[in-house]
Each structure stands twice: as C-alpha cells, then as structure tokens.
C-alpha cells in the first residue's frame, strides 16, 4: 500500500510540475519548459519531492472540500508581511497575475503587515466575503489556528506559501509550497567556506523568530561549517528580524562589539543589505574586508555581488501565483497533492551574477 501511495503522490507532483513549469525528481525532464533552460524571471518555478518527507498525499475527497471551478471562485490571498520587501511585492504580484492569467471570478488579497492577530483577522474576514480558497503565506508556523477553524468550519482549503505551519496536513491546510530552508543554510555555508577559505570569525543576522525559515536556516548553516570548516568561528548570533534598517542597526553594534568579525551570514537579503550599509560607513570593505552571503535572490543583493559587495546569494524564489494556482487546480480536479512540494532554487556568485541578473526579483 506504501508503494502504491508514492506512486500516486509522484504523479501529482509531476501533473503539478507540468502545469506550472516546474522540474519535478521522478519526472522526466522534457515535461517542462523549465528544464530545457526555462527562466524563474518568468514567474517559472523548479521543484522536486522532498522524499520520505513529502507524506500522504491529500485530495479533494480526503480533505472533505466540495468540488469548485477556479474561474468561478472567490479566492484568497493572505500575506504576511509587509511589502516593503521585494520579496514579499514579487510574491503578492505572483499570486495577482497568474490568478489574472486564469480568469478567475474574483481575488481577495489582504496584508497582515507582521502582525499575527491581523492575519488571523483577515483571513476570517475573507470567508466573510465568500472566499472559497485561500492561499496563505504564514507570518509564523503557529498561531493561526484559529483562522485554519475557522476556514476548516466552512470547508474552505487552505493552500500554505513560503512557511511550513506546524499543524496537520489534509486536516488544517492541504499543503506547503516552498523552498527546503535547511538546505539553504547549508548552501549558504558552502559558499562562506568558499569565500573565506575555511577561516574567520562569521556573524549571523537572525530572521524573525516563530516561523520555520529562521530556525532552517540557521540550523542548516550551522551544521555545515561545524561539520566541513572548523577553522571559522560563529562570533555572534542576533535577529535583524528580515529588515534592512535592523539589519543596519545590529551590524553596527556588532562592528562595536566584535570588531574582528570577517564575514555575516544574514539569513535574507535585505539584512545583508543592512549590514553592507554599516560595514561602509565604519570604513570596513564588504565582500572584501568581510565577505557577506545572504538568501533571497533579489535585485539589489544580486548587483550586490557584480559590484564586489557581496560574495554569494542562495536563492528563496518568492514566484509562488503559477505554482499555487497549478496546485489548486490538480486539487480540484481529484488528484492526490504531496505534503510538501519543494522548489529548487538558483545561485548567484561572482561567476554568474552579472549574466543572471535578469533572473532576480
């Protein structure tokens, strides 16, 4: 029975993946544009099965939802932060232009601005008005139970974006659609060894605390050089809570107090970004005199690294709309939907970011 339930869940990822041009493990690759070079400036994402980790896969019939037209529908869209991040402008346009693309009746689109009660609250309020899916993009992995009851009530699906929710699968939401965070940490830390050669004293700017990507990100980065560098020495560990004014701030306390650090891992672009600020104007070299990864892939971390100001940046693709909406539609239409589906994501350095710098948000 095992076998027989990867298998069906194989074949939605890879009905997915050929829906919303992703690359999916298993699936071969002439399904996608995507794999024969296809852009993610292009709203294209890449995605493979986390494995033993992607779970049961859940249907419409499992979940208990009715049957529903997409073009027909009330949709909506929650998301958590505010859009003074490229990050989080290029995901909500994402989800605004595929439901465009596809005609759908209408699309509600609310912004929690990082606060968790306003998410609770707008998404209440978007079942309010009829919406009979939602797309959520967590502020953190818990707390929003009282909005999942309150779609679960009205048997309202809820799809996750770009943070896990510590909840139950096909029973709270139907599933997550994102990036695999640890994996970014450890990226990360290849490209740090990389940049400083095995040697020197790093500092982490922290995201938010209370969501899945900080405790990833840090846990994946923090393995990998205790595990390949030994020679680099984590100095400092302190959240710049995904801003770049935070960012800014920590770094020139830490420039106060740990004056020997020679690298910053941020674990988003816009508070390397911050930090790049600060290292200037205390007369520091960033990316020479202290070598800077971040994650995100945005445009000005991207130009970051042509201009010599920054070493590496993992990718964390914000381009969920065609992903998202692909998902809703193999959901409707009876298939069975991993647990997880996982993209993949680029990496720019020195030795591509100038050529791929169209590809960043």
């Not at 509600?108 to 606060?115: G, V």
């Not at 993009?137 to 048997?155: I, Q, T």
Request: with cysteine.
């Amino acid at each position: 029975m095992m076998i027989q339930r990867r298998s069906r869940t194989a074949t939605a990822a890879c009905l997915i993946a050929a829906t919303a041009m992703l690359t999916v493990a298993g699936c071969a690759k002439s399904e996608t544009p995507a794999a024969a070079g296809g852009d993610s400036s292009q709203g294209a994402q890449e995605a493979k099965e986390p494995g033993s980790s992607s779970g049961p896969g859940c249907s419409l019939k499992t979940y208990g939802a009715p049957e529903l037209d997409l073009k027909n529908a009330v949709v909506g869209f929650s998301q958590s932060e505010k859009e003074a991040n490229p990050f989080r402008i290029a995901e909500t346009q994402s989800i605004k232009d595929e439901a465009k693309k596809l005609g759908v009746k209408k699309l509600l689109t609310t912004n929690a601005q990082s606060q968790l009660s306003k998410q609770i609250s707008d998404i209440q309020d978007m079942l309010s008005q009829g919406a009979q899916f939602l797309i959520v993009a967590p502020l953190n992995s818990d707390g929003l139970e009282p909005a999942l009851k309150a779609a679960a009530a009205k048997k309202v699906p809820v799809l996750t974006i770009d943070r896990k929710l510590n909840s139950t699968a096909c029973q709270d939401y139907v599933a997550f659609l994102g990036s695999d965070f640890v994996e970014q940490g450890k990226r990360a830390a290849d490209a740090m060894i990389k940049a400083t050669g095995g040697k020197g004293k790093v500092a982490i700017l922290l995201g938010a605390s209370g969501n899945n990507v900080t405790t990833d990100r840090t846990k994946g980065f923090v393995d990998r050089i205790e595990a390949e560098a030994p020679g680099i020495e984590i100095v400092a560990q302190q959240t710049g809570e995904f801003a770049r004014d935070k960012g800014q701030q920590v770094m020139e306390q830490l420039i106060q107090s740990k004056p020997d650090i020679t690298a910053v891992y941020a674990e988003n672009d816009e508070m390397g970004l911050g930090a790049v600020t600060a290292l200037k104007a205390a007369g520091r070299k960033p990316g020479k005199d202290v070598k800077i990864v971040s994650v995100d892939g945005t445009r000005n971390a991207v130009q970051a690294v042509v201009d010599g100001e920054y070493n590496a940046v993992i990718e964390s693709n914000p381009r969920f709309g065609p992903l998202a909406f692909a998902t809703a539609q193999k959901f409707y239409s009876g298939e069975e939907i991993p647990e997880n589906v996982i993209i993949e994501d680029r990496q720019y350095d020195e030795a591509n970011a100038a050529s791929s710098l169209g590809g960043a948000y």
